[in-house]
């Protein structure tokens, strides 16, 4: 079973990608069906063109608009043409959590409850188009895993329903919140929107895992061109891939935990206040320290000291070892290089009786794979339902269904 990999080049919309996934052969009759059997086959006329961006050839998604009179959609109703739907479930699921997830975005934007949200141009025909086919899409593909990159945003402003909104629309920001998505930054950046509220919404529910494999061969791949023109090809691609990353995680295999190396910094300091220790060791551990600790002990002259060790990774050490020297005050630091065995671990989010909570996966050396939510998260539970850290672990053990990567194993 292949996997899919959607790589923004530089940003994502919907028509482009369902532009690609048309390319990557997913028939039109395929994309087309569950829009029919919503009822809107006499609301739109649907055509892909080959087309080009700076000379790049891809596939241009055009829909037409027939009704002259569109109608102005809420979630709610859009809620109910889904929920009233025939189509399979798996589908039917996959369509309900992307608009969804727009809905509460605007929702928050606009200080209004979900239900109530205008959609404007996500609710447009065009749009119900390209998310309804994209999603079609990766049923029909039914890939085993789908990766993504990081989309870029863009600047400037842009023309909405709503007026001029700067770039990225609040809505995107709100989803890319929601949905703890990584993005690009490049001060660089051409005037125009890259990413849309549209696409950010397919990203963040399609995709599996938020980074491409690390080893991977491409097996076929599809063009989606944008409307917009940049000094750059506008363009989204859709590939089908072989990823090699997991290839030794089967079930029946026996993981070895990874070995790496670490850097060991530590230092003793009789000669700053407690207040003045505990604010270097949060800078410490701010910057990216594995781990710190610290204790009281007995120095030269019976003064009260303090004894800091800081777990490092070995490529930043030099820029600690100036955090040392920059933010405290001693003048000497003990520093060696090690070794260790870690289980591979990643984070991510699993959905539970109390909706979607960050938990954390380590990978053992039998295949198995443990999960753990967040102690932030667990404590946020008991203050919220009254209940105790035991019940909260319990309910979320026997509850927990589809969890979620934001990044691969490392």
């Given at each position: 079973?292949?996997?899919?990999?959607?790589?923004?080049?530089?940003?994502?919309?919907?028509?482009?990608?369902?532009?690609?996934?048309?390319?990557?052969?997913?028939?039109?009759?395929?994309?087309?069906?569950?829009?029919?059997?919503?009822?809107?086959?006499?609301?739109?006329?649907?055509?892909?063109?080959?087309?080009?961006?700076?000379?790049?050839?891809?596939?241009?998604?055009?829909?037409?608009?027939?009704?002259?009179?569109?109608?102005?959609?809420?979630?709610?109703?859009?809620?109910?043409?889904?929920?009233?739907?025939?189509?399979?479930?798996?589908?039917?699921?996959?369509?309900?959590?992307?608009?969804?997830?727009?809905?509460?975005?605007?929702?928050?934007?606009?200080?209004?409850?979900?239900?109530?949200?205008?959609?404007?141009?996500?609710?447009?025909?065009?749009?119900?188009?390209?998310?309804?086919?994209?999603?079609?899409?990766?049923?029909?593909?039914?890939?085993?895993?789908?990766?993504?990159?990081?989309?870029?945003?863009?600047?400037?402003?842009?023309?909405?329903?709503?007026?001029?909104?700067?770039?990225?629309?609040?809505?995107?920001?709100?989803?890319?919140?929601?949905?703890?998505?990584?993005?690009?930054?490049?001060?660089?950046?051409?005037?125009?929107?890259?990413?849309?509220?549209?696409?950010?919404?397919?990203?963040?529910?399609?995709?599996?895992y938020p980074e491409p494999p690390l080893k991977f061969s491409i097996n076929s791949y599809g063009i989606g061109i944008g409307n917009l023109k940049f000094p750059f090809p506008n363009l989204v691609r859709v590939y089908k891939i072989t990823s090699f990353e997991d290839s030794s995680?089967?079930?029946?295999?026996?993981?070895?935990?990874?070995?790496?190396?670490?850097?060991?910094?530590?230092?003793?300091?009789?000669?700053?206040?407690?207040?003045?220790?505990?604010?270097?060791?949060?800078?410490?551990?701010?910057?990216?320290?594995?781990?710190?600790?610290?204790?009281?002990?007995?120095?030269?002259?019976?003064?009260?000291?303090?004894?800091?060790?800081?777990?490092?990774?070995?490529?930043?050490k030099e820029f600690f070892r100036r955090l040392w020297f920059d933010y405290s005050s001693t003048i000497g630091v003990r520093e060696r290089t090690q070794s260790r065995w870690i289980l591979l671990r990643r984070r991510g989010e699993c959905s539970t009786t109390f909706g979607n909570?960050?938990?954390?996966?380590?990978?053992?050396?039998?295949?198995?794979?443990?999960?753990?939510?967040?102690?932030?998260?667990?404590?946020?539970?008991?203050?919220?339902?009254?209940?105790?850290?035991?019940?909260?672990?319990?309910?979320?053990?026997?509850?927990?269904?589809?969890?979620?990567?934001?990044?691969?194993?490392?």
């Open positions: 079973m292949d996997d899919v990999l959607i790589e923004c080049s530089p940003g994502i919309s919907g028509d482009m990608l369902l532009g690609a996934f048309y390319d990557l052969g997913v028939p039109k009759k395929v994309i087309e069906q569950p829009l029919i059997d919503l009822g809107l086959k006499d609301l739109y006329q649907l055509d892909f063109e080959d087309s080009k961006s700076c000379s790049i050839r891809g596939i241009k998604t055009k829909v037409e608009v027939l009704n002259c009179n569109p109608i102005k959609r809420t979630w709610r109703s859009i809620k109910e043409l889904i929920l009233n739907s025939h189509l399979e479930d798996k589908l039917k699921k996959t369509i309900y959590e992307v608009f969804e997830s727009i809905a509460t975005a605007e929702g928050k934007v606009h200080g209004i409850k979900s239900d109530n949200v205008h959609f404007h141009e996500i609710g447009a025909i065009d749009s119900l188009v390209d998310i309804i086919g994209v999603c079609a899409s990766i049923n029909y593909l039914n890939p085993k895993r789908v990766y993504c990159n990081e989309p870029m945003l863009g600047k400037g402003f842009v023309q909405t329903e709503h007026g001029k909104l700067s770039v990225p629309p609040p809505a995107v920001i709100e989803l890319i919140r929601q949905k703890n998505i990584k993005v690009l930054s490049n001060r660089e950046s051409i005037d125009g929107e890259l990413s849309t509220p549209t696409g950010i919404a397919l990203l963040a529910n399609l995709a599996d995680f089967n079930d029946n295999e026996q993981i070895s935990p990874k070995c790496e190396e670490i850097s060991i910094q530590e230092a003793w300091i009789d000669d700053q206040t407690p207040e003045d220790i505990s604010n270097f060791v949060e800078k410490l551990r701010i910057e990216g320290a594995y781990d710190v600790s610290y204790q009281a002990i007995n120095m030269k002259k019976n003064r009260i000291g303090f004894s800091i060790q800081a777990i490092l990774p070995i490529k930043k909570i960050k938990v954390k996966q380590t990978l053992k050396p039998d295949g198995s794979i443990n999960m753990k939510p967040e102690n932030d998260e667990v404590l946020r539970l008991k203050l919220k339902h009254k209940i105790s850290t035991y019940e909260i672990r319990k309910i979320i053990k026997e509850s927990s269904e589809k969890f979620k990567a934001f990044e691969n194993w490392k």
